[in-house]
């Protein structure tokens, strides 16, 4: 088949999506969308691959393209599917602050799925999209196959809860007012971001020049209207004990405001494992990308296969051993 029939055919109207995307792989592109969501955002969409779908979502730090390195591994087997949230160029960025919450994230979430067509799917996020994970997984359970929540829990221990909240408008107000290509060299070097650094020089470096080209506004109203606003993981506890979709907590043994967070997790929701990887920060799929996919692939065959179950009840928290 010629090129410009390929071209031809992943541009027909008419075309299935299987065939879009069969067509984009072979010419080698990602095939790319903007979708709408219920309050007239538009969202730059990407996705590769055939099989069960995986929707990524990316933390605050980062973008779309941040799942690189789980788009090339996953898609061999899988649907892939990735967005750039609201406020993250090439999707809209909002003026207006009261267009951000994270509420509405999770419902964007949703409608990237809705817009693809898609009736569930596994859902993976780091951070900030970790969050909306665990939120996606509580107004939707329904639209999840399993819930993959990484690198989150910034905020949610209430003895730092309000200073987290302080340093979202600070970082906030960084970003409006010396603008992302600048307060990026100070983000960047976060106290759960220079394990990537010593690791991989290379890879952390590509996220930074990412995070510098980040929207002055989008990132300072995501700031304000998503992270100091969200609730507590704690303050969701009666719903998490009722959340029976099946997931997977990851967290960095220095990422250390997530392993508190993490732990609570695991305790409450009912079908929950927990995984901590040694000497490493916040940006996991990226740190540890060969790690990461080896967990969430297992965790997703486990899940498809029926055998992520919850609990035993045998298993009780307080027993240490047995005697009777």
């Given at each position: ?106 419902d964007d979430a949703v409608a990237v799925l809705d817009a693809l067509k898609i009736e569930k799917a596994h859902i993976v996020g780091l951070s900030m999209g ?61 106290a759960s971001r220079v394990q990537f650094q010593n690791k991989d020089p290379r890879g952390w470096q590509e996220f930074a020049d990412r995070l510098a080209t ?107 051993m047995r005697t009777k």
């Amino acid at each position: 088949m010629g090129r410009k029939a390929l071209h031809a055919a992943a541009g027909l109207g008419c075309a299935s999506a299987h065939a879009q995307r069969l067509a984009g792989a072979i010419l080698g592109m990602m095939p790319m969308t903007m979708i709408s969501t219920k309050d007239g955002v538009k969202l730059h969409v990407e996705e590769a691959g055939e099989g069960t779908p995986i929707l990524f979502i990316h933390e605050f730090g980062g973008n779309h393209e941040s799942w690189e390195p789980q788009l090339r591994y996953f898609s061999r087997r899988h649907r892939c599917i990735t967005y750039a949230a609201r406020g993250y160029s090439p999707s809209d960025v909002p003026d207006s602050l009261e267009a951000y919450s994270q509420a509405i994230a999770a419902d964007d979430a949703v409608a990237v799925l809705d817009a693809l067509k898609i009736e569930k799917a596994h859902i993976v996020g780091l951070s900030m999209g970790g969050f909306c994970t665990v939120h996606f997984g509580l107004r939707t359970p329904e639209r999840a196959l399993s819930l993959t929540v990484a690198g989150a829990g910034y905020g949610c221990e209430k003895e730092f809860e309000e200073y987290f909240r302080g340093v979202s408008r600070e970082v906030a107000d960084n970003f409006e007012k010396q603008g992302a290509k600048e307060f990026s060299k100070i983000y960047a070097l976060g106290a759960s971001r220079v394990q990537f650094q010593n690791k991989d020089p290379r890879g952390w470096q590509e996220f930074a020049d990412r995070l510098a080209t980040h929207s002055d506004r989008g990132a300072a109203n995501t700031m304000r209207g998503v992270q100091a606003r969200r609730p507590s993981f704690y303050d969701l506890e009666g719903g998490l004990k009722k959340m029976m979709v099946p997931t997977l907590v990851v967290v960095g043994d220095e990422d250390d405001h997530c392993l508190q967070p993490g732990i609570f997790l695991k305790k409450t929701i009912p079908a929950c494992g927990l995984s901590v990887f040694p000497k490493t920060g916040h940006t996991l799929n990226l740190e540890e990308p060969a790690a990461f996919n080896a967990l969430l692939a297992e965790f997703i065959a486990q899940v498809e296969a029926g055998r992520w179950l919850p609990r035993d009840p045998r298993a009780l928290p307080g027993q240490i051993m047995r005697t009777k």
